[in-house]
């Protein structure tokens, strides 16, 4: 089966950066987009960001500018490099991929979720 792996969540000061990773594995043939999203406590999750394999990006209005997107095709990675941290992305950050699987095909995958804190 798929497994999603993020790392690089934590502790950052207003302003601050920080880059998230998640890598895929399994039995995977191929991958097409993969995005980020987040939740807040008390809030509904929303779309981040996203990228297709061809590298075609989509961004949340109020990451615009601060967040970017990238991914590593031939170690199956999507990255999220975030800067200029507000107070208000604090969520727990979650990866997403469109995965095409061997023998299983196509499906939706979800990583556990990472969690950033911006704080002072």
């Known amino acids: 089966q798929v497994q999603l792996v993020e790392s690089g969540g934590g502790l950052v000061q207003p302003g601050g950066s920080l880059r998230l990773s998640c890598a895929a594995s399994g039995s995977i043939f191929s991958i097409g987009r993969m995005g980020w999203y987040r939740q807040a406590p008390g809030k509904e999750r929303e779309l981040v960001t996203a990228?297709?394999?061809?590298?075609?990006?989509t961004y949340a209005e109020s990451v615009k500018g601060r967040f970017t997107i990238s991914r590593d095709n031939a170690k199956n990675t999507v990255y999220l490099e975030m800067s200029s941290l507000k107070y208000e992305d604090t969520a727990v950050y979650y990866c997403?991929?469109?995965?095409?699987?061997?023998?299983?095909?196509?499906?939706?995958?979800w990583g556990q979720g990472t969690q950033v804190a911006v704080s002072s």
């Open positions: 997403n991929a469109q995965i095409n699987l061997e023998i299983r095909g196509w499906g939706d995958y």
């Open positions: 990228i297709t394999r061809g590298g075609s990006t």
